[in-house]
Nanobody, 128 residues
């Protein structure tokens, strides 16, 4: 049974930083694409960042966070991280981590479709 547990959210002033963590269990972590998505009140869920399975190690970012956010993974701890710097009020949302349904490479990684498992979410609030 796959479980994803996020942590690290909170309240921060604009310009500040937060580091989100997502601990995974239930499968061989290093084989799976991992993604971060967010959903602000009244808005659709949107892609934030993704990292490929450990064989390729590539990362992808939404344009809105490129240069400010960094996704990384620690396979020894089965954990994916999202380092968020220079936060803006528009980054306020519930952040969710997700794990791909299938191992190795996936397509449409910026959509929710290939991700079969989701965490419960962690709230990030950025004050102006």
């Amino acid at each position: 049974q796959v479980q994803l547990v996020e942590s690290g959210g909170g309240l921060v002033q604009a310009g500040g930083s937060l580091r989100l963590s997502c601990a995974a269990s239930g499968r061989t972590f290093r084989l799976y694409f991992m993604g971060w998505f967010r959903q602000a009140p009244g808005k659709d869920r949107e892609f934030v960042a993704a990292i490929t399975w450990s064989g390729t190690g590539s990362t992808y970012y939404a344009d809105s966070v490129k240069g400010r956010f960094t996704i990384s993974r620690d396979n020894t701890r089965s954990t994916v991280f999202l380092q968020m710097n220079n936060l803006k009020p528009e980054d306020t949302a519930v952040y969710y981590c997700a794990q791909a349904r299938q191992p190795y490479n996936i397509v449409e990684h910026t959509t929710g479709r290939p991700y079969g498992y989701w965490g419960q979410g962690t709230q990030v609030t950025v004050s102006s």
